[in-house]
């Protein structure tokens, strides 16, 4: 149970384009969903909080017009990253939860590799 | 806010061997505490989580520890493989706080090698 479907895998594309990324619970419904970006051998940085039905949550410093996120039901949450740049590049991953102090489940990740 | 801190940063033991990886919290207010195990590339997994109502929690090779006065939790586990060789990420969370806009707090990460 609990298992969360992220899409695409991995993406590569041109400088300007806009990428979007799915996250979906498949067995449980998903009030929240986080969405992190992972460096290189360090931690899972938080970037936006997604709740079904309202805005996003942003942590300070991710700019909310460079990363749309709409989260429309209760068991899908996307992440666009608008007119992607190199510095974008990176793994996004997304998360998914039942409630509060419930563990986060996991998708797969997104490699983002923008040229 | 919480602050979650990690230590070591890497860690590396010979099979069979026991390793323990340290966390540190700072907000009395968090009460779960789960590990998750991260193989590059791939996404994390949860291994074990503790609850602040709990000292210890096990599953076979794996065990928790929480001090709560001392606000500290440790992963233990006993008799390595080297099939556990990942990096270990350890978060804090209060279930009255993660579904407000706020999420886990993730300590960086502990790097574990298991040498054959």
């Known amino acids: 149970g609990a298992v969360v479907s992220q899409h695409p895998s991995r993406v590569i594309c041109k400088s300007g384009t806009s990428v979007k990324i799915e996250c979906r619970s498949l067995d449980f419904q998903a009030t929240t969903m986080f969405w992190y970006r992972q460096f290189p051998k360090q931690s899972l940085m938080l970037m936006a909080t997604?709740?079904?039905?309202?805005?996003?949550?942003?942590e300070q410093g991710v700019e909310k017009d460079k990363f749309l996120i709409n989260h429309a039901s209760l068991t899908l949450s996307t992440l666009t990253v608008t007119s992607a740049h190199p510095e974008d590049s990176s793994f996004y991953i997304c998360s998914a939860n039942t409630g509060g102090g419930q563990p986060q489940h996991f998708g797969d990740g997104t490699r983002l590799s923008i040229l | 806010g919480e602050n979650v801190e990690q230590h070591p940063s890497t860690l590396s033991v010979q099979e069979g061997d026991s390793a323990v990886i340290k966390c540190t919290y700072s907000?009395?207010?968090?009460?779960?505490f789960p590990w998750y195990k991260q193989e590059l590339g791939k996404r994390p997994q949860l291994i074990i989580d503790i609850r602040s109502n709990v000292g210890e929690k096990k599953d076979q090779r794996i065990a928790v520890t929480l001090n709560k006065t001392a606000k500290h939790f440790s992963l233990h586990i006993t008799e390595t493989q080297p099939e556990d060789s990942a990096v270990y990420f350890c978060a804090a969370t209060s279930s009255f706080r993660d579904n407000y806009g706020q999420n886990f707090v993730f300590g960086p990460g502990t790097r574990l090698s298991v040498l054959p």
């Open positions: 997604s709740n079904e039905g309202s805005k996003a949550t942003y």
């Open positions: 907000d009395s207010a968090s009460n779960y």
